[in-house]
């Protein structure tokens, strides 16, 4: 991987408990980062619920806790949008790495990046 390379921006706001997409966004984010490429995971809104303890069970919950288990194994952290960290517990059970994300971070990251993918 070249560290001088801008990432790719992997942006998710689709809702894992009715949607398919976020898994989608979670499994791409993977393959790019297989693919020995730099990729800026940001879950935004209800996207953020890809990190909740019951994640297994809405949309491919199975693949999403795979997807993300593999991803914590690669040491990828997980930018998280502040507003939409939930006060509870038993989210991010896992302990992935979160950094909190506001709008001007956000634009930073589209800014910083060479693609921007949005689900």
Do not use: C
């Amino acid at each position: 991987m070249d560290p001088t390379a801008a990432p790719v921006l992997v942006a998710v706001s689709a809702d894992p408990e009715t949607s398919h997409r976020a898994n989608e966004a979670i499994r791409i984010a993977l393959g790019i980062v297989a693919g020995d490429n730099a990729v800026v995971v940001a879950l935004l809104g209800a996207g953020a619920k890809v990190l909740d303890a019951q994640v297994e069970d809405y949309v491919d919950g199975d693949d999403i806790v795979k997807h993300v288990g593999t991803l914590k194994k690669l040491g990828q952290p997980f930018h998280v949008e502040r507003a939409a960290v939930p006060a509870r517990s038993d989210w991010n059970p896992a302990r992935l790495e979160v950094i909190p994300l506001d709008p001007a971070g956000l634009a930073r990251l589209m800014a910083e990046s060479r693609r921007v993918l949005v689900f």
